[in-house]
Antibody, heavy 121, light 112 residues
């Protein structure tokens, strides 16, 4: 069974840092690009970051560029999101999602269960 | 403000058919990029419902269908059931934003 399990969420003060992890199983992790997507409480989905299978291509949403860093360890079947200079507006459930693609774009399947990040003093 | 525009809510009675629209622009849907749909049941993670405009993953009932035309896409749900009550999101790619995957704001489906 293809599975993604996030961890590392919690309460952090504004300006603080947090590192999220996503453990993958049930598929050849090193063959797939991955994404982080977040959802603020009561709000919609927001794509955060993308990393290719070899880490050669990385993209960020403008809202997190310069503050967040996506990375992966294919030997450990793990995806990471280092979040620095956190702000109240970064409060959200963070999901990792596998990237699947066709000729005209890509989509996310499956998704992990999410981990909650709360930025508050 | 989401790049893709969805109605905040739709509703229908059991057995009825409802549609959810997703309107984009010339830099995303209108540029030929595919539209994908996700279902998010209350308190759970999103689940892929439709990919590549109209394709259903294994296990998704054929009551769910997708289409795309011009700068818009639609999700149709026929034979509405109580368990379809959820939030639905469309997603595509936008060429004006580097590497950006974009979502609609989401539509809350209420089964009356």
């Amino acid at each position: 069974e293809v599975q993604l399990v996030e961890s590392g969420g919690g309460l952090v003060q504004p300006g603080g840092s947090l590192r999220l992890s996503c453990a993958a199983s049930g598929f050849t992790f090193s063959s797939y690009s991955m994404n982080w997507v977040r959802q603020a409480p009561g709000k919609g989905l927001e794509w955060v970051s993308y990393i290719s299978s070899s880490s050669s291509t990385i993209y960020y949403a403008d809202s997190v560029k310069g503050r967040f860093t996506i990375s992966r360890d294919n030997a450990k079947n793990s995806l990471y999101l280092q979040m620095n200079s956190l702000r109240a507006e970064d409060t959200a459930v963070y999901y990792c999602a596998r990237d699947l693609y066709g000729d005209y774009g890509d989509w996310f399947d499956p998704w992990g269960q999410g981990t909650l990040v709360t930025v508050s003093s | 403000q989401s790049v893709l525009t969805q109605p905040p809510s739709v509703s229908g009675a059991p057995g009825q058919r409802v549609t959810i629209s997703c309107t984009g622009s010339s830099s995303n849907i209108g540029a030929g990029y595919d539209v994908h749909w996700y279902q998010q049941l209350p308190g759970t993670a999103p689940k892929l419902l439709i990919y590549g405009n109209s394709n259903r993953p294994s296990g998704v009932p054929d009551r769910f269908s997708g289409s795309k035309s011009g700068t818009s896409a639609s999700l149709a749900i026929s034979g509405l059931q109580a368990e379809d009550e959820a939030d639905y999101y469309c997603q595509s790619y936008d060429s004006s934003l580097s590497g950006s995957r974009v979502f609609g704001g989401g539509t809350k489906l209420t089964v009356l």
